[in-house]
T-cell receptor, first 117, second 116 residues
Framework: AQKVTQAQTEISVVEKEDVTLDCVYETRDTTYYLFWYKQPPSGELVFLIRRNSFDEQNEISGRYSWNFQKSTSSFNFTITASQVVDSAVYFCALSEFNGSNDYKLSFGAGTTVTVRA | DTGVSQDPRHKITKRGQNVTFRCDPISEHNRLYWYRQTLGQGPEFLTYFQNEAQLEKSRLLSDRFSAERPKGSFSTLEIQHTEQGDSAMYLC??????????????FGPGTRLTVL
């Protein structure tokens, strides 16, 4: 069963527009971590943010912000004032901690973001 | 602090040949992971090491695949008798051991394998 669903396959925006990426996850654990990674055309996955299941406080880090809602199992990610360099594939990932399963990430299929100048 | 490195970055081989990839984790990271990523998909977990011990292998890792981390530092992933279905990006990641047994995984640039 798919644990992480990213319903948006592609998003195209004009520079300076905001971009919100949706992520819905599925887990039975009470302790888990959620991540967003960015994969530019070069191929390397770049860590962006991490959130644990006990902290639903939403934060802003530079142009990135996230909205974590346990009630709807969603972990959405927003890029404010997008730039061409933000063009990449963005992956949401889940790591569950049940004492024996805390070591691997379950990734969504990714959302391709294209920012046009 | 250098990041995770992988070698080679690209590998083209003929079906039936053996290939070996290398991953050098961030120094002092005792956890090392291998993932496989096919076109248009997210990475899928293959296997995981804590120091030199291989603690888990995914069902995706057939008998033709073997991974080692002999001294708890670098790791190798070998695929024997390659098949066209093995064509993918092979990603390596490393992490320290966090408070709850989890910490952020940092990924290398990957090795793209093409099997002709």
């Amino acid at each position: 069963a798919q644990k992480v669903t990213q319903a948006q396959t592609e998003i195209s925006v004009v520079e300076k527009e905001d971009v919100t990426l949706d992520c819905v996850y599925e887990t039975r654990d009470t302790t888990y971590y959620l991540f967003w990674y960015k994969q530019p055309p070069s191929g390397e996955l770049v860590f962006l943010i991490r959130r644990n299941s006990f902290d639903e406080q939403n934060e802003i880090s530079g142009r990135y912000s996230w909205n974590f809602q346990k009630s709807t199992s969603s972990f959405n990610f927003t890029i404010t004032a997008s730039q061409v360099v933000d063009s990449a594939v963005y992956f949401c990932a889940l790591s569950e901690f049940n004492g024996s399963n805390d070591y691997k990430l379950s990734f969504g299929a990714g959302t391709t973001v294209t920012v046009r100048a | 602090d250098t990041g995770v490195s992988q070698d080679p970055r690209h590998k083209i081989t003929k079906r039936g040949q053996n290939v070996t990839f290398r991953c050098d984790p961030i120094s002092e990271h005792n956890r090392l992971y291998w993932y496989r990523q096919t076109l248009g998909q997210g990475p899928e977990f293959l296997t995981y090491f804590q120091n030199e011990a291989q603690l888990e292998k995914s069902r995706l890792l057939s008998d033709r695949f073997s991974a080692e981390r002999p001294k708890g530092s670098f790791s190798t992933l070998e695929i024997q008798h390659t098949e066209q279905g093995d064509s993918a990006m092979y990603l390596c990641a490393s992490s320290p051991t966090g408070t709850y047994g989890l910490d952020t995984q940092y990924f290398g640039p990957g090795t793209r394998l093409t099997v002709l």
